[in-house]
C-alpha cells in the first residue's frame, strides 16, 4: 500500500490534481504577458545593468528590446525567424532589469513566454529537444551517459591543449573546443550515500535534500558536504531515489509540457516521504522548487509537501551556532551572489552569515558581488563568447579582492567561474560554501548505511 502524505492524499494518485491548469499556458497567461508589455515606460534603465546589452551594445539584446520584441510576436507584426530567436536566446535569466526596472515590468516572465512559443511554433534544436525527452526525463540514463562522459574527459580529453586536434569534435556537441570542460565524477552523488542519513540520537527534523543534476553529476562533494553539515545538526536527511532534474534548463527554453512532467515527478518522489522541509543547494534549483514550479508551470502551492530551503538559508534559520576553531589554515575568501539565490529567493545575507562565522574565513567582499557571471546553465554552452565576455568582468571583480577561494552557492555558477578563471590565468579556488563549513562536522561514515552518523565536531 502506498504511503499517505502529509496532506492526506495518496502519493500514487497526485498526477491529477498536482497542477491547477490543466495544460500548460504557453504564455503563462496571455493577459498577463500584455499587461506586462503595458507596464514598459520604455525608460531604458534596464540597459545598463543587462550583462548581454553591455557586451552586445545592440538595443535588441538588451531588455528593453526583449520587450519590444515580445509585443512585435504577440501583436503579429514579427514572426519567429532566426534573429528574433537568437536574440531571445540570449536572455541569461539574471533578474538585473527586473530588480532596476521602476515600473516593475517582469521582463524575465515575458522572456520565458516568448520561448515557450518558439519551441512550440519556431525552430528548436534537436540536441536539446533530445536532451530533455531522452536524457532529463529519464533520470536513470544520466549516471551511465555521465560516467562515459568521465571516461573520455579523463582518458582523452585531459591535458589536450586547446589547439589539439581532438578538440574539433566538441563543436559537434555545441561545446566550444577551447572551453574548460566541467570534470563529471566517476561515481555521482546519489550513488555515495544511501537514501536516508540518520544523526546521533533523536533527529531535530526530517529533510528532504533535493540533489540536482550539477550535484549529482560533477559536484559530489558539495552534496557530501551539505549532508555532513545537515546530519552534523542534528537532521535526518532523505534523498528521494525517485527525483529527478528540477526542470530549470527544460522551461527557460520554452519546453514546459516536459518541465511540468519533471516538476510532478520531484512533487510525487518528495511527498513520498513526511518531511518537515526541503534542502537544496543548488540557486536555480531552488528557485525552481521554490517559485518557478507554481508561477511558471502551474504546479499547485505545497505540491512538494514541505518548505523549500536554500542550505545557507536553512542552516542560518535552524542550526549556525559559534564555531570551535579546527586548526585549519587560514584563508581569504570573497563571494559570488548567484542571481537565482540572490534577486531570485532574495538570499544575500545567509551565505555572508555563514562564511562569517566560519573560523578559518577572512570574508572580503568583491565589487559588484551581484553581478552575473555569465553562466546562465546552458547559456554558456549556446552563447560562449558572450559568457567569456561577462565572466571575464567578474573574475577581475574577484581578483581585485585578493582572495585565494571564491565562494557561491550555485554548481552552475562554480562551473562557469572555475573556466573563466582559468580562462585569464588566475589561480582562485571556486566553492560551495557549504564545503568551506563541512570541516566543523564529523565526517559522514565511511560505509554508507542508514545508520547514525556523526554530530558536530
Ligand atoms: S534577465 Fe538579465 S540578460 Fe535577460 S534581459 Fe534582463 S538583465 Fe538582460
Ligand atoms: S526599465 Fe522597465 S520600464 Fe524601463 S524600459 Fe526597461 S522594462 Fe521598460
Not at 500514487?12 to 491548469?21: I, N, R, S, V
Not at 507584426?77 to 533578474?95: D, Q
Request: hydrophobic share 40%; glycine share 10%; charged share 25%.
Amino acid at each position: 500500500m502506498k504511503p499517505e502524505t502529509k496532506g492526506g492524499r495518496k502519493a500514487g494518485a497526485l498526477q491529477l490534481d498536482l497542477f491547477h491548469t490543466a495544460e500548460p499556458d504557453r504564455y503563462g497567461s496571455l493577459e498577463k504577458v500584455s499587461a506586462e508589455i503595458r507596464k514598459c515606460l520604455k525608460c531604458g534603465a534596464c540597459r545598463a545593468v543587462c550583462p548581454v546589452f553591455c557586451e552586445a551594445l545592440d538595443e535588441s539584446y538588451g531588455a528593453r528590446g526583449r520587450v519590444a520584441l515580445t509585443e512585435a510576436l504577440l501583436e503579429g507584426g514579427l514572426g519567429l525567424g532566426p534573429g528574433f530567436t537568437h536574440r531571445l536566446s540570449t536572455c541569461l535569466n539574471c533578474k538585473s532589469c527586473v530588480e532596476a526596472c521602476p515600473s516593475g515590468v517582469a521582463v524575465d516572465d515575458l522572456v520565458l513566454a516568448a520561448r515557450a512559443e518558439i519551441f512550440e511554433k519556431g525552430r528548436f534544436p534537436w540536441l536539446k529537444k533530445f536532451i530533455f525527452r531522452h536524457l532529463l526525463k529519464r533520470g536513470r540514463l544520466l549516471p551511465p551517459v555521465s560516467k562515459t562522459i568521465a571516461w573520455i574527459e579523463r582518458k582523452i580529453l585531459k591535458g589536450l591543449p586547446p589547439s589539439s586536434p581532438y578538440r574539433v569534435l566538441l563543436p559537434a556537441v555545441k561545446v566550444d573546443r577551447d572551453r574548460n570542460l566541467p570534470v563529471f565524477a566517476e561515481k555521482t552523488m546519489m550513488e555515495r550515500l544511501p537514501e536516508t542519513v540518520r544523526p546521533e540520537g533523536e533527529p531535530r527534523m526530517r529533510v528532504g535534500f533535493f540533489v540536482g543534476c550539477a550535484t549529482n553529476l560533477i559536484f559530489p562533494r558539495v552534496g557530501l558536504a551539505a549532508v555532513r553539515v545537515l546530519v552534523g545538526e542534528g537532521f535526518e536527511v532523505v534523498m528521494p531515489r525517485g527525483q529527478v532534474c528540477c526542470g530549470v534548463p527544460v522551461y527557460t527554453a520554452g519546453d514546459r509540457v516536459d518541465a511540468r512532467d519533471l516538476a510532478a515527478a520531484n512533487a510525487r518522489a518528495f511527498r513520498r516521504h513526511d518531511l518537515d522541509a526541503i534542502v537544496v543547494c543548488c540557486a536555480s534549483g531552488g528557485l525552481a522548487l521554490k517559485r518557478d514550479y507554481e508561477r511558471v508551470l502551474g504546479l499547485e502551492a505545497g505540491a512538494l509537501g514541505a518548505p523549500v530551503y536554500d542550505i545557507s538559508e536553512f542552516v542560518v534559520e535552524f542550526g549556525l551556532d559559534a564555531l570551535e576553531p579546527a586548526g585549519l589554515e587560514s584563508v581569504t575568501v570573497t563571494y559570488h551572489d548567484p542571481c537565482h539565490l540572490n534577486r531570485g529567493q532574495g538570499q544575500t545575507e545567509a551565505p555572508r552569515r555563514i562564511l562569517e562565522a566560519i573560523p578559518h574565513v577572512a570574508f572580503v567582499e568583491m565589487e559588484e558581488a551581484d553581478r552575473c557571471c555569465g553562466g546562465g546553465g546552458t547559456f554558456s554552452f549556446s552563447h560562449y563568447d558572450l559568457a567569456k565576455e561577462i565572466g571575464r568582468k567578474k573574475v577581475g571583480f574577484v581578483a581585485a579582492t585578493g582572495a585565494a577561494v571564491v565562494a557561491t552557492s550555485c554548481p552552475s555558477c562554480m562551473m562557469q567561474l572555475e573556466d573563466m578563471l582559468r580562462r585569464n590565468g588566475l589561480p582562485q579556488r571556486v566553492v560551495h560554501v557549504v564545503e568551506l563549513l563541512a570541516p566543523y562536522y564529523a565526517p559522514l561514515g565511511a560505509e554508507t548505511a542508514a545508520g547514525p552518523q556523526g554530530g558536530r565536531k
